[in-house]
């Protein structure tokens, strides 16, 4: 089992930057896949970023590209997504998640996950 508590989300300017950490317990994070998705008022919940359990693999969904980095520190059993640049479109509430199966590839897919954090806000103003 894998438990997930997202933090640092917060209130932002257009142009400005957060870093979300992803700190996780359980015996298995190290060797899980990771992702970040974000889900806004009445949308579906979409992958932001994927990192693979190496942390030598990562995919990003097209709005964030060359604006995010996702990452890993196996060591202190936590995930991180740097955001910089913000824009109001990248407000919603973000949310990391463990994949189902270890040692698995770059996964894009909500049903590939199978443990999630409680999610934290994050809000751009113009």
């Known amino acids: 089992q894998v438990q997930l508590v997202e933090s640092g989300g917060g209130l932002v300017q257009a142009g400005g930057s957060l870093r979300l950490s992803c700190a996780a317990s359980?015996?298995?994070?190290?060797?899980?896949?990771m992702g970040w998705f974000r889900q806004a008022p009445g949308k579906e919940r979409e992958v932001v970023a994927a990192?693979?359990?190496?942390?030598?693999?990562?995919d990003y969904t097209d709005s964030v590209k060359g604006r995010f980095a996702v990452s890993r520190d196996n060591a202190k059993n936590t995930a991180y997504l740097q955001m910089n640049s913000l824009k109001p479109e990248d407000t919603a509430v973000y949310y990391c998640?463990?994949?189902?199966?270890?040692?698995?590839?770059?996964?894009?897919?909500?049903?590939?996950?199978?443990?999630w954090g409680q999610g934290t806000q994050v809000t751009v103003s113009s």
């Open positions: 998640a463990a994949a189902r199966l270890a040692y698995g590839i770059v996964y894009r897919r909500r049903i590939d996950y199978g443990f």
């Open positions: 359980g015996p298995t994070f190290a060797n899980r896949g």
């Open positions: 990192i693979s359990w190496t942390g030598s693999s990562t």
